[in-house]
Nanobody, 125 residues
Framework: QVQLVESGGGLVQTGGSLRLACAAS????????VGWFRQAPGKEREFVAT????????YYADSVKGRFTISRDNAKNTVYLEMNSLKPEDTAVYYC??????????????????WGQGTQVTVSS
């Protein structure tokens, strides 16, 4: 069993930066793919970024590519999402998720087994 807790959300102006963290409990966390997803009010949850268990492979949604960076520190059981050049359209609740997910479908939320409670990110214009 893995429990995930997100932190680092908040209010930031357009063009600003935030770093989200996803802290996990459970000794198998280092073997899981971890993804970040987000959900804005009135919209469906969408994929943001994902990182393989080793950290050697990452994948981003086109909307965040070049602005967001996902990384992980397995010694600390933590995955990070560095968000730069934030835009109002990045406003959402951000969730991290973990699971044993085949690479080809790593952008699909239904393949992740464990989810955090989410952290709010608000970007003001």
């Amino acid at each position: 069993q893995v429990q995930l807790v997100e932190s680092g959300g908040g209010l930031v102006q357009t063009g600003g930066s935030l770093r989200l963290a996803c802290a996990a409990s459970g000794r198998t966390f280092s073997s899981y793919t971890v993804g970040w997803f987000r959900q804005a009010p009135g919209k469906e949850r969408e994929f943001v970024a994902t990182i393989s268990w080793s950290g050697g492979s990452t994948y981003y949604a086109d909307s965040v590519k070049g602005r967001f960076t996902i990384s992980r520190d397995n010694a600390k059981n933590t995955v990070y999402l560095e968000m730069n050049s934030l835009k109002p359209e990045d406003t959402a609740v951000y969730y991290c998720a973990a699971g044993r997910v085949p690479t080809i479908i790593r952008h699909l939320d239904q393949n992740y087994s464990y989810w955090g409670q989410g952290t709010q990110v608000t970007v003001s214009s």
